[in-house]
């Protein structure tokens, strides 16, 4: 998306590319006519591709065309049989209306070996060449393969360069441009307005597909325009900007060809070099001050950037004349500062945002004020003015957002300063979500800067508002939230101005917290005291803004790398920032009342930015220091001196400075290869300075957090995809090339928005991905992602997606069958399933119904009738109305659907005779649950009633029911017939539910028991049958709400009689006595009730057996009741005699009585036997069983507390007493009590023994052990203690004495002090210390009397000294160092005076004779040297007197006394060294060694004439022919030079390394004119141009004369073919003759007398011979050199002598003089140099060599005339040497004046 500028530049390069022809090399160009004279495009594997990256991109037709016509004239082009008429002298001029552009293209080198790539042409590689990227693929030479990748020859590469080379000499600019048609923007018209560039721009980028698998019906991506129209808009009039600031366009359209890529080309360059100038400085502007701002220069000096570059080889294929080209905005060839500026902001990375622009403004000009002028701005003039006025670094970009928030909802043309002025008092904040840590900080700065200006508006003096001042009644919340909601209700709201609410709170609780994080941090660490100490220095109040100080005040606290910091400061008035009243802190100590004087800042106080910590230490003069280090200097580049006063030169007490923030990521010097992170903190100070010496800082400190990052790119594109109630978004970021690691982003910041609701979250930097779930249906979205680091965010991306709804209410539901376990479900399907509004636009797949959904419940039945509500109200179940629920789920796949359209499904699971509730029926979809339909009740039918048998009893026959078919039956049918009758004819009954019959079973084992249901029929309506052999058949059936049951199966029973079930009662009680089991006796014997028996006795032996087990059951269950484990033992015994069933429990129970009685036995200690008790009791073991035990643990616990008190008591008797009583109780602290008493038995004896040895580290380490065993023994201790105390109090009182005696080191008393140590048991280490130390003042004191020599008894006196010997003892060696230092001091003096005195003194002092007896030696040595002096002297001899003198200085005399002589022998060796130089320079035979020696030797009255006339001979024949050889050189000729380098071999010649670049420039021209002859024959030889071919034959002998190594083959062969090709043309010319005569003679017409020639011929080249004058240095101002090196000095002119009234006549003269040094210095500076005088001249006198030099007013009073001169040195010489030959001599030398001789009057040069 290419919303920004830096990414429309870097997909412009990507669409397009120029490649100047002229930079190619022959293989390239090989390959480049073959592409154009070819199919047009690139391939993959050629060196186009390798070096420019432009495989499969094809050649632009319009230039194409052209090239290709080019090409093919210089033969170059397909194989063809015409001839080329031109002759290579002048380049086609056939360019097409692009050809005349001059493009800045990379320079290339043309002697590199050009390689291609050999990778296949896979369409990933296409791809990567299409993005410009050169593949990483095996090479191979072209040398070898050209034949196969070009389809040209090698015959072509002869041709290839001569043709470079006449493209290169002629400069052409012709150039290839290459597009990529796979680029959107490769087809971008030439030409756009804003409205067609914004729907171009939006046509062509559309969002890229970052999902594999599109969305919607037909899976792909609608084509939605990645760009805003805002955006887009944006982008234009950056561009706008960007060709108007490089001067490329001035209209209203935007130029989007070859302009483009002029301008893309161009912003490239300059990227590269900012990237290096921040390598290299810490910012632009520190590069303009290092290299170019002064207050003389207001451009940038080739020079210096030249200088700048050496230190630079990766510049990234780019030179200093392609920087100078791409900085030069006017193209007048000089680059002004300010045009620097401009060029450099194009290229910044996006910098603050406009709450710091604003803020910055104001702190400057004040509220809404911006320091203009003008009433109008456009916006190139508010981008100049903001980035060359203001200094704010701001991209076209930001320019272009800037100027679009003042000019407001529509675009103007121009704005006025009131739009401004409206745009800096409510700046729009441009946050529509998602407040960053980062604006939080700069809203929060920009607050106290306007609450600072507001009140400054009101009066320039003011300081902040009492509201944002710290002070003692503000520290608790609630008055620290009411006054911020005061700040911000005054401030804030007007500052911020932004339409969403909820952002708006966002910032205002964000400040509202920073608020309180600056209270908290001003209080953090701080006592009360310190506070209170602080406020009474300061007057209470502290700024809770940090970006205001007391003195100074800045816009924000947190800066960008590079970005300029304006800092206000306020030195005087009523107050200061905070308040008046306030007092200034000086060096963080010193509190000065307000307003400080100016001595205490110092003479030129400065601004500067410094590391944070820094504290200032009044020790050693006071100074800085950071930690331990010191800091010993302010970074001159982050330091601004107070600006000056206009009226007077001192230093203003108000206003502004600017400082630039420094680069973090440029390596440090002295550590390659390391940066600095990309967080730091400073901390601008107010330095007080006196001649560049810091002396204090003043005030408090304003901190600053240098960041080097630059915001991330922006988010090129958000998508997301809907999966029901989930979303996938998925983002990518904009691709500006090679991302620098300062603009990687940090995290991820996501908005998720709704009509409702808006939800923020953050995730990691390399995220791409997020799924994000329940989602509302039928609900719009809107999702935002942007990029953030620690400078800010990026522009976000925007998508916008809406939810499918949910699916309508099924229709129609109804159960059309109905079971006992199912039913069958019918309805009809929804109307819509939810895709109507969106269309399944955002869907991965179509919409459609997953499937159907219920929840069914259990409903309790209504019961009418009362006796049925009885019924329910036995049933447990039927207490609540929703017995139970559960969901029912149906799939798509399992439901059918009939022809009407009617979906059918069963339902099962369910329970028979229930009644049920179908709720919540819903039709889903990928939204999930749809709208419910009306809720269904059913009913279940009832199971199908089963009959387990029949009796007869009382009169009725009882049906017992083994089922009765449900809880909810209301009635059953019951049928009966006989056997063999109809079923028709049977009798048939109508039962109630509330009229069966249920008996219980009494007193059995588990409570009453209920007996099956039984149906009550009338015995006398049974069906008549016989007894004996009839029977009945019956069945039946339930009825509910739901309907009927089916019909039971028929039971077919015996004849229904009064005896019904004896046989079967009497076999069921004979089988339970056999097998005695209480409840099955229980139910035989009532079973049996109403039975009529033949024989009763089996009831009654079932009856007696019954009891018998009841009774025995009974008592065991109570001997298990009373858990004594023998009465259970005996009971379980008779249970297992009696064969009781079911005894498991009982045996269980047993067991585990058993083991926990076994446990209660076997518990050892207090812990264990309680655990076991414990067991006991929770298993109710009965209590006199338990109660021993329990008597057996207060034993225990008794004796272990006896155990502990005897611990506690610490005496031996004691202790033992107790562990003899817990002897086999396996007691707890049994152990611990033992080692306890061996301690204190221990402690016991080592104190005894002390107390008898006396010794106090026995007696201090026993009293130890008794501390730490805890021994009571108080009367022993205590005599013990006493003892100690005396003994450490008389051993401290001697340790004082000996301190004192070490201390003061005086052997003989600290001798008697350590004896007495010794006897005080005083620390042998120390005894040992001390007695070392007398030993070694011992030592010290014998050396020092020892000593011998200076050195010996400086070094003993210093270790004395050093060893703090008393001086009494110290001091005699001391006076005797003195002494012995003053006869040193005389000897080196070399008085002989002084030196006899010293050595008296020293005698005095008890020096020893052999120390004194070298002084005495060399005072006898001195008196005999100065004799000898004093007599060569007199006597005028040179190498005696230097003899002497050299014995004189080597015995030490002093210099001053042999001043004399020195003087004497520097006159007679100045003319005997002159005269030696001059010969040896005669022998070198340089001009300016000659000219050197021979003014020395002038200078040194030098005798020898005739050697001073050989040198004046030899300097004029050396600057003749150094000038003639300069005059070849320049001409550059290959006869003239030839002829001069043979003249100059002639004696005396040149020195060789003066010749040597002559005689390489001759080899140059010989082989220059040999390949030219060769090249020009060739072409005469292909045109047969044999007149040529004579004049390059007598040019070629020319060139033998001159020596070059021309071939006699090559002449040879030359003449051979002219002598062919003049007789080819003469017979050509013959035979023309003759046809054109017989034809006139056959048409018999006369010749006509005039011959007009309507054809012209091209004329053969010659040859030019002679000598051209060649002026190369002419006058005027067009054409100049720049000087290397400028000379400036001034020349005294003594005025001549003459009377006062012939002042005339004296400046005629004087001007005569002048004229005469105007030539000599002609000819003492080369010939490229130039003098000029600097004064003003009345009339202009022609000089020497077609110069004009202005001529000096002359001055009628003074007797001198000071000539101001200065010289521009162009030749290759060093103006050290102009300099030394003017003033080798007080006048010039005479040979420069004139040949005549030497004028005494000519000129003194002073420089």
């Known amino acids: 998306m290419p919303s920004s500028l830096l990414h429309f530049l870097a997909e412009w390069r990507r669409a397009r590319r120029v490649v100047q022809i002229s930079s190619l090399d022959v293989e390239t160009l090989l390959e480049l006519a073959a592409v154009v004279t070819g199919t047009g495009e690139v391939g993959l594997d050629g060196s186009l591709a390798n070096t420019f990256g432009i495989g499969c991109w094809k050649v632009d037709p319009k230039v194409g065309e052209s090239v290709k016509q080019w090409f093919t004239q210089a033969g170059l082009g397909p194989a063809s049989d015409e001839v080329d008429t031109n002759d290579g002298g002048d380049a086609c001029d056939d360019r097409s209306e692009l050809g005349g552009v001059e493009l800045l293209s990379p320079r290339r080198d043309e002697k590199r070996r050009m390689t291609f790539l050999s990778a296949p042409r896979t369409p990933n590689n296409r791809a990567l060449l299409r993005r410009g990227t050169v593949m990483n693929a095996s090479r191979f030479d072209l040398t070898n393969s050209v034949s196969a990748v070009n389809p040209v020859t090698h015959a072509w590469t002869g041709r290839a360069y001569n043709f470079l080379t006449r493209v290169k000499e002629n400069k052409d600019a012709r150039f290839m441009l290459f597009r990529n048609p796979s680029h959107p923007l490769s087809e971008f018209p030439e030409s756009c307005t804003r409205d067609a560039f914004v729907v171009q721009i939006r046509r062509l980028f559309c969002a890229e597909e970052l999902f594999s698998e599109g969305t919607g019906q037909h899976g792909t991506l609608l084509e939605t325009p990645m760009t805003t129209v805002q955006e887009a808009e944006d982008l234009f009039d950056a561009l706008m900007l960007t060709q108007a600031i490089t001067c490329f366009t001035t209209g209203n359209n935007l130029q989007t060809g070859l302009i483009m890529d002029r301008m893309v080309r161009r912003c490239e360059i300059i990227s590269i070099f900012r990237q290096l100038i921040e390598k290299d400085q810490a910012t632009v502007n520190s590069f303009l001050q290092t290299y170019f701002w002064s207050r003389k220069q207001d451009s940038i000096d080739a020079e210096e950037l030249r200088h700048f570059f050496r230190g630079h080889n990766d510049s990234h294929d780019i030179k200093v004349e392609d920087i100078l080209a791409a900085l030069d905005e ?204 602080r406020r009474r220095m300061t007057a209470g109040v502290r700024s809770l803004f940090p970006n205001i100080g007391d003195v100074l005040a800045t816009g924000s606290t947190r800066l960008l790398a590079g970005q300029t910091c304006l800092v206000r400061y306020r030195l005087h008035g009523a107050c200061s920032f905070w308040g008046p009243g306030h007092t200034v802190m000086k060096d963080e100590k010193e509190a000065i009342a307000w307003p400080p004087p100016r001595r205490v800042l110092g003479e030129t106080p400065f601004i500067a930015l410094v590391p944070r910590g820094l504290s200032w230490v009044g020790a050693g003069g006071g100074g800085f220091y950071n930690g331990n280090t010191a800091f010993s200097g302010v970074d001159p580049n982050l330091r601004a001196e107070l600006p000056k006063q206009d009226s007077s030169q001192q230093f203003a007490l108000t206003g502004v400075v600017e400082i630039s923030m420094p680069s973090l990521a440029r390596s440090t010097r002295g550590a390659a290869g390391k940066t600095m992170s990309r967080v730091q903190q400073f901390d601008l100070r107010l330095f007080c300075s006196t001649k560049n010496r810091i002396v204090g800082v003043l005030g408090d400190p304003v901190p600053i957090t240098v960041i080097q990052q630059v915001p991330p790119p922006p988010c090129e594109s958000l998508q997301a995809r809907c999966e029901g109630r989930s979303v996938v978004l998925r983002w990518t970021s904009q691709d500006l090339g090679v991302l620098p690691k300062e603009g990687e982003p940090d995290l991820v910041r996501l ?529 013990a203690r006493d003892m100690l105390s005396t003994l450490m109090g008389r051993r401290e009182h001697v340790q004082k004495e000996l301190d004192k005696a070490t201390a003061y080191r005086h052997p003989g008393k600290l001798k008697k002090v350590i004896v007495s140590a010794r006897l005080a048991q005083v620390n042998l280490e120390r005894i040992r210390n001390s007695d070392a130390i007398r030993k070694r003042a011992d030592e010290l004191l014998d050396d020092n009397a020892a000593a011998v020599g200076l050195e010996q008894r400086e070094k003993a006196l210093e270790a004395g000294w050093a060893f703090n010997i008393p001086s009494e003892l110290m001091d005699p060696f001391q006076n005797q160092l003195e002494k012995f230092k003053i006869l040193h001091e005389a000897i080196q003096l070399g008085d002989p005076d002084v030196l006899r005195g010293s050595i008296e003194d020293c005698d005095m002092v008890g020096i020893k004779n052999e120390e004194l007896m070298e002084a005495r030696i060399v005072y006898r040595d001195w008196g005999a040297a100065l004799l000898r002096v004093q007599v060569e002297t007199s006597a005028q001899r040179t190498e005696p007197l230097r003899k002497a003198l050299e014995v004189a200085s080597a015995v030490g005399i002093n210099k001053q006394r042999l001043d004399f002589a020195a003087q004497a022998l520097c006159t007679l060796e100045l ?200 002026a190369y240095e002419p006058p005027g101002l067009n054409v100049f050199t720049l000087p290397r090196e400028v000379i400036e000095c001034t020349i005294e002119v003594a005025m001549p002598a003459g009377a006062p009234g012939e002042i005339e006549a004296r400046q005629l003269k004087a001007a005569t003089q002048t004229f005469a040094l105007f030539q000599a210095l002609d000819k003492l500076v080369g010939l490229g140099d130039t003098v000029e005088a600097l004064a003003d001249m009345p009339e202009l006198v022609p000089g020497d060599k077609g110069r004009r030099h202005r001529r000096l007013s002359v001055d009628k009073v003074s007797g001198l005339m000071g000539l101001p001169v200065v010289i521009y040195v162009r030749d290759e010489h060093r103006s050290l040497d102009i300099v030394n030959a003017m003033c080798r001599r007080r006048c010039l030398g005479f040979d420069l004046f004139s040949d005549d001789g030497y004028n005494k009057d000519h000129a003194v040069p002073t420089p």
């Open 751 to 1279: 908005c998720i928005k709704t009509s409702t609701s808006e939800e923020t979250m953050q995730l990691a930097a390399d995220e791409t991905e997020f799924e994000m779930g329940d989602l509302e249906a039928d609900t719009e979205y809107e999702f935002r992602a942007r990029f953030e680091n620690s400078a800010g965010s990026s522009a976000d991306a925007v998508a916008v997606c809406r939810t499918n709804a949910i699916c309508p209410a099924p229709l129609g539901l109804t159960c059309s069958i109905v079971g006992t376990a199912h039913v069958q479900l019918r309805w009809a399907a929804p109307s819509q399933i939810g895709n109507e509004k969106t269309k399944d636009l955002f869907q991965v797949k179509p919409e459609q119904i997953s499937g159907y959904s219920s929840i069914l419940q259990v409903v309790a039945a209504d019961v009418d009738n009362q006796e049925d509500k009885k019924h329910q109200a036995s049933i447990k179940r039927g207490k609540s109305t929703i017995v139970n629920t559960r969901p029912c789920w149906w799939k798509t796949s399992e439901c059918k659907e009939d022809r009407n359209g009617l979906i059918t499904a069963l339902l099962t699971g369910l329970r028979p005779d229930t009644r049920y509730c179908l709720s919540s029926f819903r039709a889903n979809n990928s939204m999930g649950l749809g709208a419910p339909c009306p809720s269904l009740e059913f009913w279940t039918i009832p199971l199908t009633p089963r009959i387990d048998r029949v009796r007869v009893r009382q009169g009725q026959v009882l049906l017992a029911l083994g089922e009765i078919g449900g809880l909810c039956v209301q009635h059953y049918e019951i049928s009966i017939w006989r056997e063999g009758q109809r079923e028709e004819k049977a009798n048939h009954w109508k039962v109630q539910f509330s009229q069966l019959l249920q008996e219980h079973v009494p007193e059995s084992g588990h409570g009453p028991e209920e007996l099956p249901h039984e149906v009550p029929l009338p015995f006398s309506d049974m069906p008549s049958v016989d007894a004996s052999i009839g029977k009945h058949n019956i069945r039946i059936r339930a009825c509910n709400a739901g309907g009927y049951s089916e019909w039971s199966a028929v039971l077919s029973s015996p004849a229904i009689s009064r005896q019904q079930g004896a046989d079967l009662a009497q076999a069921a009680l004979i089988a339970a006595i056999g097998e005695p089991i209480i409840e099955t006796l229980e139910k035989v014997l009532q079973d049996s009730k109403g039975i009529e028996f033949e024989d009763y006795r089996y009831v009654h032996e079932a009856t007696y057996l019954l009891q018998r087990l009841k009774e025995v059951r009974r008592n065991l269950q109570e001997a298990a009741k009373q858990r004594d484990p023998e009465r259970l033992r005996q009971a379980l015994q008779t249970a297992r005699d009696e064969k009781l069933p079911d005894l498991q429990k009982p045996e269980a129970l047993l067991t585990k009585l058993d083991r926990i009685m076994e446990g209660l036995e076997s518990a050892k200690g207090i812990a264990v036997l309680r655990v076991a008790i414990k067991a006991a009791e929770q298993a109710k073991l009965p209590s006199d069983l338990i109660r021993p035990y329990r008597n057996r643990l207060k034993d225990r616990e008794a004796a272990q507390k006896g155990l502990e008190l005897a611990m506690d008591v610490a005496k031996v008797d004691v202790l033992q007493n107790a562990l003899k009583i817990s002897e086999g109780m396996d007691l707890p602290s049994e152990k611990e009590a033992q080692e306890k008493l061996v301690q204190l038995e221990q402690t016991q004896a080592a104190l005894m023994n002390a107390m008898q040895t006396k010794v106090i580290p026995d007696l201090s380490g026993a009293l130890t052990m008794v501390a730490k065993s805890g021994l009571k023994e108080p009367e022993l201790t205590k005599k």
């Open 1471 to 1670: 003319r005997a060294s002159a005269e030696k130089s001059l010969r040896e320079a005669i022998k070198e035979r340089k001009l300016e060694p000659v000219v050197e020696a021979l003014s020395a030797a002038c200078a040194a009255n030098a005798y020898d004439y005739e050697l001073v006339l050989e040198a004046h001979e030899l300097q004029h024949v050396l600057k003749t022919k150094r000038a003639d050889l300069a005059t070849a050189v320049a001409h550059a000729d290959l006869s003239c030079l030839h002829h001069c380098m043979q003249r100059l071999r002639e004696h005396p010649t040149l020195p060789g390394d003066e010749m040597q670049g002559a005689e390489d420039l001759l080899q140059q021209l010989r082989e220059s004119e040999y390949w030219r002859l060769a090249t020009l024959f060739d072409n005469a030889e292909a045109e047969q141009d044999f007149r040529t071919g004579v004049a390059l034959l007598q040019r070629a002998r020319l060139a033998i004369a001159c020596g070059v190594d021309v071939k006699p083959s090559l002449l040879e062969h030359a003449e051979k073919w002219i002598k062919t090709a003049e007789a080819n043309q003469t017979v050509k010319i013959e035979q023309e003759l003759m046809k054109s005569r017989l034809e006139d003679s056959s048409s018999n017409k006369a010749p006509s007398k005039t011959v007009e020639f309507t054809t012209t011929s091209t004329l053969p080249l010659g040859a030019v011979r002679g000598e051209l004058d060649v």
């Open 330 to 533: 006017s193209g007048d060839g000089k680059i002004e500062i300010h045009e620097f500026q401009l060029m450099m902001g194009l290229v910044a990375p996006p910098r603050p945002n406009i709450v710091e622009i604003i803020s910055q403004l104001e702190l400057k000009h004040g509220y809404g004020r911006t320091g203009m002028n003008c009433q109008t701005l456009t916006r190139n003039a508010l981008y100049q003015h903001m980035v060359t006025v203001e200094k704010v670094i701001l991209p076209p970009e930001d320019a272009v957002r800037l100027y679009r928030a003042a000019c407001g909802s529509k675009y103007k043309p121009e704005i006025t300063l009131e739009n401004l002025s409206d745009l800096l008092k409510t700046p729009p904040i441009g946050i529509s979500w998602g407040v960053d840590a980062h604006m939080i900080n700069t809203i929060y700065d920009g607050l106290g800067c306007r609450a600072l200006a507001m009140e400054r508006a009101k009066n320039k003096e003011a300081p902040l508002p009492p509201e944002a001042l710290l002070d003692s009644t503000a520290l608790e919340l609630d008055k620290l939230e009411a006054r911020f909601q005061e700040l911000w209700e005054r401030f804030g709201k007007p500052f911020v101005s932004i339409n969403s609410s909820n952002v708006e709170l966002m910032l205002e609780e964000g400040c509202c917290e920073k608020f309180k994080a600056e209270v908290a941090a001003m209080m953090k660490g701080r006592t009360k005291a310190e506070l209170d100490s």
